[in-house]
């Protein structure tokens, strides 16, 4: 069965920490990896992850994906108390049409 | 200002009522998708829409209904037969079905009473 799972499912830091967000996969014919944050409402889109090895960075978030070992981390340095969310991985998998899988998600709660 | 919408933000109905969610794009996407989120859950897909006049059901599909006669547009109807119908509602699209990156709707929150 395809599946994507993510650890930790919640996690509380204060201002300043770095985290790393897990996410591991196991499907057929992968063909990429994205991660979401979600604040209240809408998943914004973060990274789009196909290669192993190469590391996307925007600002204080960083993601790379190990294709070998079918994970992926995202770090977030220098927590700040609006990187409080859900963020969701997701993956991108299948033939022709391709079909996108979701994680449950990680909460991470950024106390001041 | 390009996006997508979803309409309205909070709907509250009775059980037994079918209710329709309305999802516009001006992206000129000619993917679209429909997800269901509950506490604690990853997105579940519900429909998606290739193209215009065409739909495939996702992973969940029984208790909904959706229909694609505009580009613009993918409303899903939450009929009476949907179990357990209160959840958060997605919608999002993307440029084909073969490009992976979606982008999402604000969301509709469905509550049945």
């Known amino acids: 069965e395809d599946k994507v799972v993510q650890s930790p499912l919640s996690l509380v830091v204060h201002e300043g920490d770095t985290v790393t967000l897990n996410c591991s996969y196991e499907v057929t014919n992968f063909r990429s990896l994205l991660w979401y944050k979600q604040e209240k409402k809408a998943p914004t889109f973060l990274f789009m992850l196909?290669?192993?090895?190469i590391e996307k960075k925007s600002g204080r978030l960083s993601s790379i994906l190990d294709k070998k070992e079918l994970f992926s981390i995202l770090n977030i340095t220098a927590t700040q108390t609006g990187d409080s969310a859900v963020y969701l991985c997701a993956v991108f998998y299948g033939g022709s049409q391709g079909n996108l899988i979701f994680g449950k998600g990680t909460k991470l709660s950024v106390k001041p | 200002d390009g996006g997508i919408t979803q309409s309205p933000k909070y709907l509250f109905r009775k059980e037994g009522q079918n209710v329709t969610l309305s999802c516009e794009q001006n992206l000129n996407h000619d993917a679209m998708y429909w997800y269901r989120q509950d506490p604690g859950q990853g997105l579940r897909l519900i429909y998606y829409?290739?193209?215009?006049?065409?739909?495939q059901k996702g992973d969940i599909a029984e208790g909904y209904s959706v229909s694609r006669e505009k580009k613009e547009s993918f409303p899903l109807t939450v009929t009476s037969a949907q179990k357990n119908p209160t959840a958060f509602y997605l919608c999002?699209?993307?440029?084909?079905?073969?490009?992976?990156?979606?982008?999402f709707g604000p969301g509709t929150r469905l509550t049945v009473l």
């Open positions: 829409s290739q193209i215009v006049n065409d739909f």
């Open positions: 196909t290669s192993s090895g």
């Open positions: 999002a699209s993307s440029i084909s079905s073969h490009r992976d990156t979606q982008y």
